[in-house]
């Protein structure tokens, strides 16, 4: 089975802090990406990525970065959190080119900005 | 105009009736649709997904796809109390390669 690994399920940071949620895969997939869920307004993509060191924008890339060292590793970064980015984070992963894939689903990051 | 828009719900069906789910899209150059379950708490998992026009069937789910219409639609066939949960019906953006989800419809199976 494949599994997508999100680090941590619950985060509670202050505003201005500075945020990494890491997100492993263990199936060699090529594209990986970075979603946040909110109530009433679905899954919005912030990052994706197609191979190593490659990144491309979503929808709603303001206030994100990413990084992919290595193949199995995507992570999202909030250089500086604000409460705007409370919300659920969905990592998932595909095999192939995701008009034709589908989408592996981490279990979720829920973070919390006072 | 939401580039996927789908009815919020909640959508209340009697178990073992027919549970009829809706989504409409505005990429007339979509090519791949994809119907998603999402438990309450969980991650979502892919069930369907459909490519051509007309019916696609696997089990007591059937996909259907209209592209002239741009319209997608998920029929779940004897409805059980298990396939409450909110159903996201996904699409391709023909131009950047990624998938758009919908907000999802929630749907209520009473007993």
């Known amino acids: 089975d494949v599994k997508v690994t999100q680090s941590s399920r619950y985060l509670v940071k202050r505003t201005g802090e500075k945020v990494f949620l890491e997100c492993v895969q263990d199936?060699?997939?090529?594209?990986m990406f970075w979603y946040r869920q909110d109530p009433g307004l679905g899954l919005r993509l912030i990052y994706f990525?197609?191979?190593?060191?490659?990144?491309e924008k979503g929808d709603i890339p303001e206030g994100y970065s990413v990084s992919r060292e290595k193949k199995e590793r995507f992570s999202l970064i909030l250089e500086s959190a604000s409460t705007n980015q409370t919300s659920m984070y969905l990592c998932?992963?595909?095999?192939?080119?995701?008009?034709?894939?589908?989408?592996?689903f981490g279990e979720g990051s829920r973070l919390t900005v006072l | 105009q939401k580039e996927v828009e789908q009815n919020s719900g909640p959508l209340s069906v009697p178990e073992g009736a027919i549970a009829s789910l809706n989504c409409t899209y505005s990429d007339r150059g979509s090519q791949s649709f994809f119907w998603y379950r999402q438990y309450s708490g969980k991650s979502p998992e892919l069930i369907m997904f459909i490519y051509s026009n007309g019916d696609k069937e696997d089990g007591r789910f059937t996909a259907q796809l209209n592209k002239a219409s741009q319209y997608v639609s998920l029929l779940i066939r004897d409805s059980q109390p298990s396939d409450s949960a909110t159903y996201l019906c996904?699409?391709?953006?023909?131009?950047?390669?990624?998938?758009?989800f919908g907000s999802g419809t929630r749907l209520s199976i009473r007993p």
């Open positions: 199936m060699d997939h090529e594209n």
């Open positions: 996904a699409v391709d953006h023909s131009s950047a390669s990624k998938i758009i």
């Open positions: 998932a992963s595909s095999l192939s080119r995701p008009n034709t894939g589908e989408l592996f």
């Open positions: 990525s197609y191979d190593v060191k490659m990144k």
